[in-house]
């Protein structure tokens, strides 16, 4: 493998080996510590225009499979491990992460002091763009000072037209910020009549549909950069049916109900984070992937209360509307990696749509 550097926009210059694609990429470095999963992980829309760091050492020993893709086209700017893992083909048609991401022209670095790493990016208390180089000299830093990462991420990553995943069940329309397949997957597990809408569409062409309820699915980048009409159409949709927002659509129905918003110092990636549920007291675990977060003191009580809350820094995890069948979380319930203990709330999605109707 040929020599390959990961350079940060602060000066810190990391050495190791190129796999993958031979490609010059620029993008935000974020860490991840979920323990397995990578598959999910590089192919999840929320990690559009970033390049992801791995905690764990070794990455790479299974193979690709072809049912849990999050996104066909991953949009992620590049990987990199301590570690890639040796990887014995067991059958003609399974894929390495190594050629896979040279067939996705995706950048991959290894031999990475990945725990040196990591602990720049804490120090640093801010997002910190990097660029994957062959030589990292004057004119690569150069380079990478002069880039300029889109903030309409939305825009990048969603669907421009309309499409159906029909059923039998229910009829749900799910607004896609960036939506993994894991939220459909569990929706078909539930045969909901799904139709996915672009970010763009209108109050009017979502009920025009005559759903049973509406999801708002998760998303890449900053909730406060997604067009105002956003905010409008969530503020009509969640008074006419049931509402569900997941990660960037939690932020978003959190924003059209008075909530504010702000960034993370240092993003949160990963599986396994506690979360307790206020009315119980239960304690669940579930997959985060998130750069910002809700203000607690900003949340209007009388329109709104908090049902789940992160352990490790009692950040807000989850919302439901007091007077409409409307709630979120900022997790992924629907795991994918990982755990998936939470996917009981889409049950509680199916129960809210079908009293709708009573």
Same mark, same amino acid.
């Given at each position: 493998?040929?020599?390959?550097y990961?350079?940060?926009?602060?000066?810190?210059?990391?050495?190791?080996?190129?796999?993958?694609?031979?490609?010059?990429?620029?993008?935000?470095?974020?860490?991840n510590?979920a323990?397995?999963?990578?598959?999910?992980?590089?192919?999840?829309?929320?990690?559009?225009?970033q390049?992801?760091?791995?905690?764990?050492?070794n990455?790479?020993?299974?193979?690709?499979?072809?049912?849990?893709?999050e996104?066909?086209?991953?949009?992620?700017?590049?990987?990199?491990?301590?570690?890639?893992?040796?990887?014995?083909?067991?059958?003609?048609?399974?894929?390495?992460?190594?050629?896979?991401?040279?067939?996705?022209?995706?950048?991959?670095?290894?031999?990475?002091?990945?725990?040196?790493?990591?602990?720049?990016?804490?120090?640093?208390?801010?997002?910190?763009?990097?660029s994957?180089?062959?030589?990292?000299?004057?004119?690569?830093?150069?380079?990478?000072?002069?880039?300029?990462?889109?903030?309409?991420?939305?825009?990048?990553?969603?669907?421009?037209?309309?499409f159906?995943?029909?059923d039998?069940?229910?009829?749900? #329309? !799910?607004?896609?910020? $960036?939506?993994? =397949?894991?939220?459909?997957?569990e929706? %078909?597990?539930?045969?909901?009549?799904? *139709? +996915?809408?672009?970010f763009?569409?209108s109050?009017?062409?979502?009920?025009?549909?005559?759903?049973?309820? #509406? !999801?708002?699915?998760? $998303?890449?980048? =900053?909730?406060?950069?997604?067009?105002? %009409?956003v905010?409008?159409?969530?503020? *009509? +949709?969640?008074?006419?049916?049931?509402?569900?927002?997941?990660?960037?659509?939690?932020?978003?129905?959190?924003?059209?109900?008075?909530?504010k918003i702000?960034?993370?110092?240092?993003?949160?990636?990963?599986?396994?984070?506690?979360?307790k549920?206020?009315?119980?007291?239960?304690?669940?675990?579930?997959?985060?992937?998130?750069?910002?977060?809700?203000?607690?003191?900003?949340?209007?009580?009388?329109?709104?209360?908090?049902?789940?809350?992160?352990?490790?820094?009692?950040?807000?995890q989850?919302?439901?509307?007091?007077?409409?069948?409307?709630?979120?979380?900022?997790?992924?319930?629907?795991?994918?990696?990982?755990?998936?203990?939470?996917?009981?709330?889409?049950?509680?999605?199916?129960?809210?749509?079908?009293?709708?109707?009573?």
């Open positions: 493998m040929a020599e390959r990961l350079i940060l926009e602060d000066g810190t210059v990391f050495s190791g080996e190129g796999f993958g694609a031979p490609a010059v990429t620029f993008g935000e470095v974020v860490f510590t323990m397995a999963g990578y598959q999910e992980i590089i192919t999840n829309p929320v990690y559009f225009n390049i992801v760091v791995f905690a764990q050492p990455v790479g020993n299974l193979p690709l499979h072809r049912n849990i893709y996104t066909i086209t991953p949009p992620i700017k590049g990987v990199v491990v301590r570690d890639l893992a040796a990887f014995n083909r067991q059958g003609p048609r399974q894929v390495s992460l190594d050629q896979y991401l040279l067939q996705m022209n995706i950048p991959g670095v290894t031999n990475i002091d990945t725990r040196a790493l990591i602990h720049r990016l804490n120090a640093a208390g801010r997002p910190l763009r990097g994957i180089v062959p030589v990292a000299d004057d004119h690569a830093f150069d380079q990478l000072h002069a880039t300029v990462l889109t903030n309409q991420q939305v825009a990048q990553v969603a669907t421009p037209k309309p159906p995943n029909p039998v069940g229910q009829t749900v #329309v !799910v607004i896609d910020f $960036g939506l993994k =397949n894991g939220i459909l997957r929706l %078909s597990r539930r045969k909901c009549n799904v *139709t +996915v809408l672009s763009s569409a109050a009017e062409e979502i009920l025009r549909l005559d759903p049973d309820g #509406v !999801v708002l699915s998760s $998303g890449p980048g =900053n909730p406060q950069n997604v067009r105002s %009409s905010l409008t159409m969530i503020q *009509t +949709v969640q008074k006419r049916v049931p509402l569900f927002g997941i990660g960037l659509g939690h932020e978003l129905f959190a924003l059209a109900n008075g909530a702000r960034r993370l110092p240092v993003e949160h990636h990963g599986q396994n984070h506690p979360i549920e206020i009315i119980t007291d239960q304690i669940v675990y579930a997959s985060q992937a998130e750069g910002f977060l809700v203000e607690r003191d900003s949340v209007d009580r009388q329109a709104l209360y908090v049902t789940y809350v992160d352990l490790l820094d009692n950040s807000v989850g919302l439901r509307h007091r007077q409409y069948p409307a709630f979120s979380v900022q997790f992924f319930p629907d795991g994918a990696p990982g755990p998936d203990e939470t996917n009981a709330l889409f049950d509680e999605f199916m129960e809210m749509m079908k009293e709708e109707h009573l």
